[in-house]
């Protein structure tokens, strides 16, 4: 049988392992992608590493997530990657030239080639055929010094695409119907690579949509093949020169297909509090809207923004809606300047907010109580607009400009046909994007009081005994344990402040327990870390003195954080997760025996109720290694000294 396209890049860049699905595998990095709210830390961990200079092919730093400057340290970290980036080899990319996402497609995607990016929608760039994957900010750093980049080898699912989109149903229905489908964690150990005859239909827009959302499936990324519309898309972006054909062989083996025929395919909307949530429109159409927000790395593009004022030209937006849109770049903030669809937005009453992620991640425009805001983003977890108890649903631009325009949800196929016109010629800027120095010995570094050193943990103890400090339930999110907002990003770069907000909106004693405690154990119910990349997410609690994660079962990207912060990531069965409860003591015995002989589970005792419990441990010799060391930033260190020390 044939390749799919995910194992022919794979095999093109397996550096250590055997390409059979769930094997370890360690693969060559070529672009890397950090932003500043995960890649301050990021860029403090490389310069820990002690590495001179990148090493990847493309490196780069964007600014996006903390725009918003009400005190120093927002503006003290963007000067420090500044600096840091042009010292050890990074692109940066300026405050206000755009999402990462957005950008990087635009100006670096480059088909056949593997990317590593601090941020959960890096897949976003499989719209370009690549093999984009998002990790944890640690991951990237060494990934920057030229280390291989450790996962399982996925399975992949072959997505069959077939017809058209019918009008006014978009490709955000298309990534809504697979989620509708396989659910926030149907896609976890899992690639989703789309084919068929359908897949021409689409633009380069469209696809980045569909691979930008794979995230919430809990995928290792998505991925499409090349084909005209890529060259097209890059001959517009004056990269002609970067095309590659690639795709899968015509036999090729899929572990699971799915077929979606677009022709059938409806307008579809996520309802709250999850982006699986999923119902035609029809379900809920007429219900009153009081905010409705175009943006985020989702639906930011050029054709996102051209659709929206096609629709808004000449029209207002209702008197009972706020409605807010981000340009996902500045390309796409001036075209829209240059072909007069700011004007429409304008005139229309949209208040038009700067290139960047904004209110996606709870940074700025937070909703009226009890109001329904309808979005165009790509998650809608309880509380990530800044509001709680918030009524965030998911939708597509098409349906956004309609309801803005009616004052409730409507379904899209009510619009009027009207003319949708993307520019054939787009004015090329980079100017904001600086290149590192020629003379990195000259540079200085520049750190602001906001910027604390990384912490780091000690070799795993023989034994770990503790305290239960939280019980979580299923689909417990990054959100949910490392909160984002204007309040909490600035702290990123600050572990010891921005430990102080660990489970904040689920339990306020949470941080005050575990100091009293000397840290202790988390137990978690499945997809357990679901959502962002966030390393915070296991680096704080760490901090806090977290030993271990007793859950029914992890999310990828968080459980190789808790890997790379020396966290022991542990798997209950059903009848221990119902049994252990907050405030039980639990002594883990002989940990360091378990890693150290390849044990497959260790021994849990619950001295509050004297019940014993054996915890899977699922993780491969070089987890173990990381972990006995203490975390993946001692053990490259230790890695790195090798060779020296012989």
């Avoid at 780069?60 to 005190?71: E, R």
């Amino acid at each position: 049988m044939g390749k799919t396209l995910t194992y022919q890049i794979l095999e093109n860049h397996l550096v250590e392992g055997k390409l059979e699905a769930g094997s370890e595998i360690g693969i060559k990095i070529d672009q890397a992608l950090t932003q500043d709210a995960t890649g301050t830390m990021a860029c403090l961990q490389f310069e820990a590493l002690g590495i001179p200079r990148v090493q990847t092919e493309v490196a780069v730093s964007y600014v996006d997530h903390n725009m918003l400057q009400t005190g120093f340290e927002n503006a003290d970290d963007h000067r420090y990657l500044q600096s840091m980036a042009s010292k050890y080899g990074l692109y940066f990319s300026r405050p206000g030239n755009g999402i990462c996402h957005q950008v990087h497609l635009e100006r670096f995607s480059t088909p056949g080639k593997t990317m590593l990016g601090s941020d959960s929608h890096t897949p976003t760039c499989g719209g370009m055929g690549m093999l984009a994957i998002g990790a944890g900010g640690l991951d990237v750093a060494v990934a920057m010094g030229g280390g291989a980049f450790y996962l399982k080898a996925p399975k992949v699912v072959g997505i069959k695409l077939s017809g058209r989109l019918q009008r006014q149903v978009a490709a955000k229905d298309i990534i809504l119907e697979v989620l509708r489908r396989l659910t926030v964690k149907g896609g976890v150990g899992k690639v989703l690579e789309y084919h068929g005859e359908g897949v021409s239909s689409l633009d380069v827009y469209q696809r980045a949509t569909i691979t930008n959302m794979g995230a919430e499936l809990g995928a290792t990324t998505s991925i499409f093949p090349t084909d005209e519309r890529t060259k097209e898309f890059l001959r517009r972006q004056g990269r002609e020169d970067a095309f590659v054909q690639v795709h899968p062989d015509a036999d090729a083996a899929y572990d699971e297909v799915l077929e979606i025929d677009l022709n059938e395919l409806v307008p579809l909307i996520a309802k709250p509090q999850s982006p699986d949530n999923v119902v035609p429109v029809t379900e809920v159409e007429g219900l009153p809207v009081q905010q409705v927000l175009v943006g985020s790395c989702t639906n930011s593009s050029l054709k996102d923004l051209m659709t929206v004022a096609a629709y808004l030209r000449g029209q207002k937006v209702h008197p009972s809606v706020s409605m807010a849109l981000s340009p996902g770049s500045k390309q796409v903030f001036q075209e829209i300047a240059r072909n007069g669809a700011l004007t429409d937005f304008i005139a229309a009453g949209v208040r038009v907010l700067e290139s960047a992620c904004g209110p996606c991640i709870g940074m700025g425009q937070a909703p009226a109580t009890g109001a329904v805001s309808l979005r165009t983003f790509n998650r809608n977890f309880e509380g990530r607009s800044g509001s709680k108890n918030d009524l965030v649903y998911l939708c597509s631009p098409e349906m956004a400009v309609a309801s803005a325009i009616a004052g409730k949800i409507t379904d899209p196929r009510k619009l009027p046909s009207v003319q949708i016109v993307v520019p054939e010629q787009i004015v090329i800027d980079d100017s904001m994007i600086l290149a590192p120095s020629d003379t990195p010995e000259a540079v200085e570094v520049l750190r602001g009081p906001n910027i604390a050193p990384v912490p780091l943990k000690e070799p795993l103890d023989d034994d770990l005994s503790g305290f239960v400090l939280i019980k979580t339930g299923n689909n417990v999110t990054t959100d949910h344990i490392m909160p984002a907002g204007a309040k909490i990003l600035p702290l990123r770069s600050n572990v010891p402040k921005i430990s102080e907000f660990v489970f904040t909106n689920v339990d306020a004693g949470f941080v005050k327990r575990a100091k009293e405690r000397g840290g202790g154990f988390i137990i978690g119910g499945e997809n357990y870390g679901q959502g962002s990349s966030r390393e915070h997410a296991a680096l704080a609690p760490m901090y806090l003195g977290v030993k271990a994660v007793l859950a029914r079962q992890f999310a990828r990207i968080h459980k190789s954080n808790l890997v790379n912060f020396g966290i022991v990531p542990l798997e209950l069965d059903e009848a221990a997760y119902a049994d252990v409860q907050q405030d039980h003591e639990l002594q883990l015995a002989d940990v360091k025996k378990a890693f150290e002989t390849g044990a497959t589970s260790v021994t849990v005792t619950n001295k509050t109720t004297g019940k014993i419990y054996q915890a899977k441990l699922d993780l491969s010799k070089r987890d173990r290694a990381i972990i006995l060391d203490g975390g993946l930033l001692n053990h490259t260190r230790k890695k790195n000294a090798a060779p020296a020390a012989a």
